[in-house]
């Protein structure tokens, strides 16, 4: 019998994916951060993690840099899309 694989919901669109597939963050201190291994975390489809408009909300959302937030999801999207 095959194990089902966990699904996390996207945080920008509400919609459900396989946990290995979404880009997992926490916001540490006031920044937006790749997760560590500890405290809470949050998901991102990497559909998300692309669209303008849903980086520009997060980012107004969260209030950071939106150029270092940028950076931080295109590195983190190349690192989950390598991944699969």
């Known amino acids: 019998m095959k ?4 699904t996390r919901m996207c945080i920008a669109c509400r919609s459900r994916h396989p946990q290995n597939t979404l ?4 916001y540490e201190g006031n ?6 291994g500890k405290g809470r975390s ?3 489809c ?5 669209d303008e408009k849903k980086i ?3 980012v107004k959302r ?9 950076k931080l999801l ?6 989950v899309s390598s991944c699969k």
């Open 3 to 6: 194990k089902s694989q966990p």
């Open 23 to 26: 880009i997992r963050l926490k």
């Open 31 to 36: 920044e937006v951060v790749a997760f560590d």
């Open 42 to 44: 949050f998901y991102l």
């Open 46 to 50: 990497d559909v998300c993690g692309t």
């Open 56 to 58: 520009k909300g997060l």
């Open 62 to 70: 969260f209030k950071q840099d939106a150029e270092r937030f940028t």
């Open 74 to 79: 295109k590195q983190l999207t190349t690192e």
